[in-house]
């Protein structure tokens, strides 16, 4: 099993919905992060979480909003879906003194 | 600014050959890390290597190389050997400060070994 696990792997959605990506971890790592991968810009930071009390916004959090249910899990919420929010989602998780990221397979959007 | 860039979108390369895939980096934390990742078809990140700023020795692991160049703030990796399955996009990012672990990406560099 995967240490970092993100479902679902593949959504198509339509536009002004609302909908949720999840990732969970087996790592006991403290630190999670959700970026977004478009073509020719690589990935991008959404929002950054530390601690189940911190929450942080990254470079593109507009659209989006996190929820840190426990240390092991962060979830990422498209409030209202838009079609420029198609993309690759990957949750990753770090440790405090890790040289290495861990990052789960990747969540597959399209908004419709 | 762009922190990362990655200059080279598409690269071909024989089998076995060595490839260079190129990566310059803008920072002024004197702490800092720097990655390579591998993003073969199937779409999951790949970590390849890693160089922290204060080592003195550029990192190796296996046929990956990574030739820091700090005061060209350059990471270039070099993958000797290449092997069809090498065939993937590739990116270089950089972490700023000791543990802090937000990364700053690349655009990426699709690799393509011909056989």
């Known amino acids: 099993d995967a240490d970092v696990t993100q479902t679902p792997r593949n959504r198509i959605t339509k536009t002004g919905k609302r909908i949720m990506l999840e990732c969970s971890q087996t790592?006991?790592?403290?630190?999670m992060y959700w970026y977004r991968q478009d073509p020719g810009l690589g990935l991008r930071l959404i929002y950054y979480s530390f601690d189940v009390k911190d929450i942080n916004k990254g470079e593109i959090s507009d659209g989006y909003s996190v929820s840190r249910q426990a240390q092991a899990k962060f979830s990422l919420s498209l409030e209202s879906a838009i079609p420029n929010q198609t993309a690759l989602y990957f949750c990753?998780?770090?440790?405090?003194?890790?040289?290495?990221?861990?990052f789960g397979q990747g969540t597959r959007l399209t908004v419709v | 600014a762009q922190k990362i860039t990655q200059t080279q979108p598409g690269m071909f390369v024989q089998e076995k050959e060595a490839v260079t895939l190129d990566c310059t980096y803008d920072?002024?934390?004197?702490?800092?890390?720097l990655f390579w990742y591998k993003q073969p078809s199937s779409g999951e990140m790949i970590f390849l290597i890693y160089?922290?700023?204060?080592?003195?020795q550029n990192a190796t692991e296996g046929r990956y190389s990574l030739n820091f160049q700090k005061a060209r703030k350059s990471a270039n990796l070099v993958i000797s050997a290449s092997q069809l399955g090498d065939s993937a996009m590739y990116f270089c990012a950089m972490r700023e400060g000791v543990y802090d672990y937000k990364l700053s990406f690349g655009a990426g560099t699709t690799v393509t070994v011909r056989a």
């Open positions: 160089q922290g700023s204060y080592d003195q």
């Open positions: 990753a998780t770090s440790h405090r003194g890790d040289t290495e990221a861990f």
């Open positions: 920072t002024s934390d004197p702490s800092y890390g």
């Open positions: 790592k006991g790592h403290d630190r």
